[in-house]
Every structure is written in C-alpha cells, then in structure tokens.
C-alpha cells in the first residue's frame, strides 16, 4: 500500500520538479568519508565532522579545506562553532571502551582539540548548543538533557516538566535569543516531542507530544512566534509541526513524501531547503514551508544536512565525502521556474572581535519601519542602534560598544518581514 502510493506521487511531481544546477553545485572535498555535521560562523569560515574522527574547516567558502582531527576510533556526529575560537563536537566509539560519548572541544578556532569521555554514561549526544564560552547544552540518547556552565567539563541534568515523554530523547536544540529555545526529539512509532525554554534552559516544558508517532529532528525559529519542526519516518514519511504563536498550539502536517529528513535550512523567512539524504533530492518551499517542491541534488548527490550562515551562502554535506555549495541565483537564467528573490540580508560584523567600535551592513528590498538592537547574552538591550523609517537600499551602521564589558552580544534587525540576528564579540 505504502510503495503504491509513493509511486503514485512521485509520477504525480516528477514533471515539476527543479533542477538543482540553478540553486546548488556540488564542490571538491578532501575525503570520501560519511560527513555527519556542519557549522558555519559566517559567509566563508566553517567546520564539518565525520566518520573516522574526522573534522575539516574551510577559510574561503569551501575552495580549500584543512584536516584538523583524525581519531579512527570515533564517529563525530555533531559540530557547533560559537565564534571563530571556541567550537564543541561529540564522538561516540563502539569499539573501544569506554563506549560512549567524548566531548572534543577547541579554544583556538580548532588548531587544538581536547578530547575527554562524556561523563554521563552510555550515551551519545546528538547535539550541542553553547549561549557563551561557558553556558552550553547536551541533549541526546537515552535520557541526556543536560547543561553546563564552566564550557562542557561539567554537566548536569536540566529541570523537566513531568509529562509522559519521561525518557523520551531529545535529538537537537537550539535557542532563539539567550533566553528562549526549544528542543525536539522522540521515537519512531511512538511520539515526537517538542520541548520549549523561557529561562534560558534552567527549565523546559512539553509542548508537543501527541501530534506525531514519528520523531521530529530539526528546528527553524523564523522569529519568537513563527517555529517549524521536521521529521518523520522511512515508511510513513515527512512530517512537520508548525507553530505561530510562539509554541503555544501547534499544527500537524504530513507531507506524503517517501523518507524523512533530519534538518532544515532557511535562507530567508521564505525561501527554505530539506535535504532528504539517499534520496538525492531536496524539498525546496518559497511560502515559509506552507508548500513544497522537489529540487535534484546536483549530480544525484546524497546531501543530508544543510546550513546557511546568511541570506546569500548555504552549504550542505553528506555521505562519500559530499559537500555542496548553495548558488545564488541569477533570475535572468531562471527559465523553467518563477523564482522570487529576496534581498533582505543582514551580514556579519566587521571586524570582530572588536574594540571598541565595529560596523554591522544590512540591506532591505522595501521602505518600512527598521529596528535594529543589541542584546546582552541575558536578552537584555544595551543599545537600540536603529528605530526610524526607513527606504529600499543599503545601510551600514557604527556601534561603539566603549561603555560595554568584554564579552558576547547579540544585534537583532526587524523589519515587517524579515528579522535576523548575529552574535558580535567585544574585546578589551
């Protein structure tokens, strides 16, 4: 019944779909390994980690790539870089005891790697998220929802609400600003779970757990209210959760699509990107996820998880060593398929660090009212460095943190339709 269906659907879309070569092209990369997990800090600087211990960072975009870990013995699932230095990974071995998670961890950009087993037993982290040098995340399988506060050395449980997803696995977390967040996990056939903070992960509390029986694997935060979760299962198929009232109530949607995926990518509030890894394609919506489309993955590659550090540059990566490399359109070239592009983009500030003064670049396709901030890693505003009117173009803007304590701070633009955020460090 299940392979009937699927049938029927791909020969439904099969006329429609895109052709990945005007989005995405497949770059060179440096090993043939499986390539789990990758994070990018801005438009040209990122890391990726993989089978084999591996870990590999690119300076320029992807041209060239650096090996900076190799451990046979350690399968490295999950890479988070919180600025150009401190960067966190876990590995978990099956071959060697101990069995179980080791947390890797860099205070130089990855030039130097620590490696130490996770404390916390049989276990294996799924995903790490750090708010700061030293306030971080672990959540992962059987029971790890766990924090820190002295940068992973040690670990303790968070304060769960008493629901009946008890021992359910958290697979990955992030945060909207240092003191919201939410978390997704479950199990195949039973549930999947989403969990939400507003404290900054002292506490959190179920608020999904019976719209699914498939496990949700990715979150995107479009602002506070607008959240979008996906998952699934290889038999039923991709699902979605979707809340626009900033998790309060939430509705369930199945998208009759074969596999399921375990992340998501946005490159604007609009234009969004769901690899769908031995698939070889990727779910492509230009509506915020309230439709999707089929786009090939450029020579049939098997493209699993994507990021995208801003509104321009998006990457992805796979196994067989795949890398690829997001393609900002051209429109002009764009003839098989009605393509509209937005230009709201905040870029990344320049330098940073800084000391005491640095600038922040945005540009907006529509006259609007604009506001731009800077937040404390507590969420609280220590400038308001925009709140006017203002028309279509490109803006730079000065912010002179002198009266500020070293440290990482938080800038926020928002316009009626797009908002954005970045992280900025201050050193004196």
Not at 24 to 52: A, R
Not at 315 to 331: F, S
Request: charged share 15%; proline share 4%.
């Amino acid at each position: 019944m299940y392979k009937l269906f699927f049938l029927g659907w791909f020969l439904l879309v099969l006329n429609n779909t895109i052709l990945s070569q005007n989005f995405w092209e497949k770059i060179d990369s440096p090993t043939s390994t499986l390539l789990n997990s990758l994070s990018f800090i801005d438009s040209i600087t990122g890391w990726v980690s993989g089978d084999s211990g591996l870990i590999i960072h690119t300076s320029d975009g992807g041209k060239n790539w650096e090996t900076q870990y190799t451990n046979d013995s350690l399968n490295i699932v999950n890479i988070f870089f919180l600025d150009e230095n401190y960067g966190w990974a876990s590995g978990f071995s099956t071959y060697y005891e101990p069995y179980g998670t080791f947390l890797l961890k860099t205070t130089n950009g990855g030039v130097d790697w620590s490696s130490e087993f996770l404390r916390l037993g049989e276990v294996i982290v799924h995903s790490f998220y750090f708010l700061d040098s030293l306030t971080g995340f672990a959540v992962g399988g059987p029971q790890v929802f766990h924090r820190t506060t002295d940068g992973g050395s040690n670990w303790e449980p968070v304060l769960l609400d008493t629901a009946v997803v008890s021992g359910i696995p958290p697979i990955t977390i992030k945060f909207f600003t240092p003191l919201y967040g939410y978390a997704c996990g479950g199990v195949r056939d039973i549930v999947g779970v989403v969990w939400r903070t507003i404290d900054g992960g002292l506490s959190w509390t179920t608020v999904v757990s019976n719209l699914t029986t498939e496990p949700l694997y990715d979150i995107h935060m479009f602002d506070s209210l607008h959240i979008i979760i996906m998952g699934g299962d290889p038999e039923f198929g991709s699902t979605q959760v979707v809340s626009t009232d900033g998790g309060n109530t939430w509705e369930y949607r199945s998208l009759g699509i074969f596999y399921y995926p375990v992340s998501v990518g946005f490159r604007t509030n609009s234009e969004g990107w769901v690899p769908m890894g031995e698939q070889s394609f990727f779910l492509y919506t230009s509506d915020s996820g309230e439709n999707w489309s089929i786009v090939t993955t450029p020579d049939s590659s098997r493209v699993a998880r994507v990021c995208f550090p801003d509104s321009i540059h998006g990457y992805g990566i796979g196994p067989y060593g795949t890398i690829a490399k997001y393609i900002y359109p051209d429109i002009t070239n764009l003839t098989e398929y009605e393509y509209a592009i937005s230009d709201f983009y905040l870029e990344q500030n320049y330098p940073n660090p800084f000391n005491p003064s640095t600038t922040i670049k945005y540009s907006i396709p529509e006259e609007g009212f604009v506001k731009l901030t800077a937040y404390n890693v507590l969420g609280e505003e220590v400038a308001l460095l925009v709140n006017d009117f203002q028309y279509a173009g490109k803006y730079e803007i000065n912010f002179d943190a002198a009266g500020l304590s070293t440290g990482i701070y938080i800038y926020k633009i928002e316009t009626a339709n797009f908002t954005a955020s970045r992280k900025l460090v201050l050193m004196k």
